[in-house]
């Protein structure tokens, strides 16, 4: 990347909020630590980032990267799998008092995932110990009438009353638009449809269209167009966006996987790729920066 170029993008990263990245510690291998990516991201200028991962709470640990490098605003979450009970009201009350900002709905324990991806199997080169999953049904937050489980109105409050982030995981897309309906009716402000190209939770732009209209924002990630398994042409999401307008979208990374780009080098060559679909610098702005942080209100 020539100096000129290379400028032009710590520009555009200066002041960004990632809200979607994987870091070590975690069971799946990790190309760069939590404290790794902060020192990264204040080199870089970033103003906020939170580390998901869909295993262990992460809220807990922002903490102390927040201690350790005092110049981004490091937040964490839960992620409402198995190993954290699944749709667990007592676990998301423990998340918000220790300061999350986003709760997600199921990701791979989720019927969706599971259906659609199958189970996570051990593989040495990707984990860090066997880790097997024998999962005998994946979660759903809907019942066998198709109504919203008790225990998920029940985390719906809490995140409306604490005004945090709604992620809404790698649910169905059944699932989605029936949570989304009674999140915001319920009070929740701040839903964030995640991941929306990802291929097991891809939504059309008439789908994303609709959620957009009932005020939810849609998340796009650069790993759909930069991990192997997916590829998904980029103009295909500069024109969903277009379509449905950045002040609607957020762009993240999702990255964190040992064999793709670092997240900052591979949300870098996301943007390029965005502006070369015609995405203008001033709605990449917008979505990486102005809407992330109205989510985080910082």
Known sequence: MGK????????LLDGACELHVHCSPDIIKRSVTEIELAKMGKAFGYRAIISKNHFTPTYDRAFYIRNI????KFFGGIVLNYTLGGLNP?????AIACGAKEVWMPTFDSDNHLKKAGQIKYDPKRFVENVNFELKDGLKILD???KIRDEVYEILDLISENDIILGTGHISKEEIFKLVKEARGRGVKKVLVTHVDYSVTRLTLEEQIELAGMGAYLEHCAFSCID????????KVAYTIMKVGAGKCVISSNLGQIDNPDPISGLIEYIRMLKDAGIEDNMIEKMLKDNPSKLLEI
């Open 90 to 94: 007592q676990a998301v009350k423990v």
């Open 228 to 235: 192997s398994s997916e590829r998904l042409d980029p103009k």
């Open 4 to 11: 000129e170029v290379e400028r032009e993008y710590r520009k």
């Open 144 to 146: 066998d009438e198709g």
């Open 69 to 72: 490098v005092p110049e981004i």
